[in-house]
């Protein structure tokens, strides 16, 4: 089992639906999560850090069930710059290592 | 804030030569920097992580003798692919982090380096 597992996708949504990424996580050490984009032939950028709590920033809302091991992006009213790979990400534990997902790509459509 | 370049952003090379990519964080100190290498359609694979001052540590699987990484400074770390093969063909990323700033990493823009 991969350590960081994400939707296969790829996702292709027309501009303004909402798209729901989910991701997996086997290591229960694991402490800090993200959600990285990453344009094609380009490094990752950080999104934003997912909480317990689960936290907004715009039209991006992430969420953390430490119970289940499980992490969720949503995007709302999705834009053409969206189109991009999403990257589920976690700490390795006690250290500051990240474990990356393979990815999810979006596309989103005019 | 927390600006990452690296240098060169592509690079051509025939195999059998050496290649040394340098990264460095402009606007902070980064007492640790962080190595990746990235395939076609496939996800970051952390190569090695190195401390200001001490030697790198290297993922399983990656060669140290291969991959020699540098870490002289707070702001500058470079890594130098020895040998290099077009097996070693890939998007090399650097990403660094801050003393007290937890897990965050500021990422590179990355290195395309073929090796022909």
């Known amino acids: 089992r991969k350590e960081v597992e994400q939707d296969p996708g790829p996702f292709n949504v027309p501009e303004g639906a909402t798209v729901a990424f989910n991701c997996t996580y086997s290591?229960?050490?694991?402490?800090?999560f993200f959600w990285y984009r990453q344009d094609c032939r380009k490094e990752p950028k950080l999104l934003m850090s997912?909480?317990?709590?689960?936290n907004e920033d715009g039209r991006f809302t992430a969420q953390l069930n430490r119970a289940s091991q499980y992490i969720s992006l949503l995007i709302r009213d999705s834009k053409l710059s969206d189109s991009a790979t999403y990257l589920c990400?976690?700490?390795?534990?006690?250290?500051?290592?990240?474990?990356w997902g393979l990815g999810t790509s979006l596309a989103v459509n005019p | 804030g927390a600006v990452v370049s690296q240098h060169p952003s592509w690079v051509i090379c025939k195999s059998g030569t050496s290649v040394k990519i340098e990264c460095r964080s402009l606007?902070?100190?980064?007492?640790?920097m962080f190595w990746y290498r990235q395939f076609p359609k496939q996800s970051l694979m952390l190569m090695a992580t190195?401390?200001?001052?001490?030697?790198?540590?290297?993922e399983q699987g990656v060669e140290k003798d291969k991959f020699l990484i540098n870490h002289a400074s707070l702001t500058l770390s470079t890594l130098t692919v020895t040998s290099a093969h077009p097996e070693d063909s890939s998007f090399y990323i650097c990403?660094?982090?801050?003393?007290?700033?937890?897990?965050?990493?500021?990422f590179g823009p990355g290195t395309r380096l073929t090796v022909l």
């Open positions: 990403s660094a982090s801050a003393a007290g700033a937890a897990d965050t990493q500021y």
């Open positions: 606007d902070f100190q980064a007492t640790t």
């Open positions: 190195s401390n200001e001052g001490s030697k790198a540590t290297y």
């Open positions: 290591n229960s050490a694991s402490q800090s």
């Open positions: 997912v909480y317990s709590s689960g």
């Open positions: 990400v976690a700490n390795a534990g006690n250290n500051r290592k990240l474990i």
